[in-house]
């Protein structure tokens, strides 16, 4: 474990650490260094809608993704967001051709925006998101993800966003930090029937092995089975749930966005990320082709190295999961309980990060 490092998932002992005044100096100074950088460099790129726009309402929800050849998880992935309250989806689409824009296209609440230029060259969808914000307005509450990752927290789905969102401001919190759990096959996939959640058939996830660091910039999480078999250290952290005013940026990286220090909150979430889902043997290849992604796609590169010798990944380890429920992630230290009702008697398993 590197110097200054924490396990995690956290054990029930766990304090949320108290930054020191210099810390928070040092985040503050960064912030403003970069933030001027950001504004100086910020580019617009051209969005174009492939339906009428209508704009939001004061009570609507909205939900910003990218897509790119994913019909396999779009439906369940509308589904989820669905229930736990988004109202209004907010899409570009990077040049899907397997009936993902089609598809979008048929769903009435579903915006399809295309770009003359890829994810890569849009600073890897950084330059989409920051121009949807700017178009559908600032000072709002957004949620943020790709097709992939499916936002879950403590009593979800039966407390909706809204609900979140109004604890996160009770708390003087601006942004709801999630770290990336990859879920991936067991040794057989579980039968599961069309528009049925993801994992109903992909869910294994690594329940320990992880490392989380506080930065001048935010928090850190790294681990999970892309570090376990690849050696990859990849940044885990995101900020699925964000309210966007007109002093954020992405930055360089959708891992720390400005400004800084938003990225500290206690309350977190987790994305159930679904690379590795049934049809990961093709999207990896896609990826390696496409090279869309990080340095080139360099660590789908090594990924499909391994398919192209063992014809598949073997993900299972000794610290391998099912996962069942949000319940079972406040269990293990993943995520914190959440108390949306003073008055409401607090629910097992309860854990609080202080």
């Not at 506080?214 to 570090?227: A, F, H, N």
Request: hydrophobic share 35%; net charge positive; charged share 30%.
């Amino acid at each position: 474990m590197k110097r200054g490092s924490m396990k995690y998932p956290f054990d029930r002992q766990f304090l949320f650490p108290k930054r020191s005044i210099i810390d928070r100096a040092k985040t503050l100074y960064d912030n403003a260094r970069v933030s001027i950088r950001e504004r100086r460099s910020k580019q617009n790129v051209e969005l174009l809608p492939a339906k009428p726009i209508v704009p939001l309402n004061s009570i609507d929800v909205p939900l910003v993704f990218i897509t790119h050849n994913d019909i396999a998880l779009l439906p369940s992935f509308l589904k989820h967001y669905r229930k736990i309250g988004v109202t209004r989806f907010i899409c570009v689409d990077d040049v899907s051709n397997d009936g993902t824009k089609e598809y979008l296209l048929e769903q009435p609440d579903i915006d399809v925006w295309t770009s003359n230029i890829r994810f890569e060259k849009a600073r890897r969808g950084r330059r989409w998101r920051e121009g949807l914000f700017g178009r559908y307005g600032y000072g709002r509450w957004y949620i943020n993800v790709d097709s992939d990752e499916f936002l879950i927290y403590d009593q979800c789905p039966e407390e909706t966003i809204p609900a979140l969102i109004q604890v996160l401001e009770d708390n003087g919190i601006k942004r709801l930090p999630a770290p990336m759990l990859d879920i991936y096959p067991g040794v057989e996939t579980d039968n599961a029937v069309d528009g049925d959640l993801p994992w109903f058939s992909v869910n294994r996830f690594d329940a320990d092995g992880y490392e989380i660091s506080y930065l001048k910039r935010g928090i850190s999480v790294k681990g999970g089975p892309r570090k376990r078999l690849f050696n990859e250290e990849n940044e885990l952290i995101k900020y699925p749930l964000i309210y966007w005013d007109k002093h954020c940026y992405f930055g360089s990286s959708i891992h720390r966005p400005l400004p800084y220090n938003r990225n500290f909150a206690p309350i977190w979430g987790v994305l159930l990320h679904f690379k590795f889902f049934t049809n990961y043997r093709e999207k990896i290849a896609e990826a390696v082709d496409g090279r869309q992604h990080y340095n080139g796609s360099q660590h789908y590169q090594t990924m499909k190295e391994e398919l192209d010798q063992k014809g598949g990944i073997d993900f299972m380890a000794k610290n391998s999961a099912r996962f069942t429920n949000p319940a079972q992630l406040v269990e293990l230290g993943f995520m914190p309980s959440i108390c949306y009702d003073l008055d409401d008697e607090p629910r097992a398993p309860y854990r609080v990060w202080k």
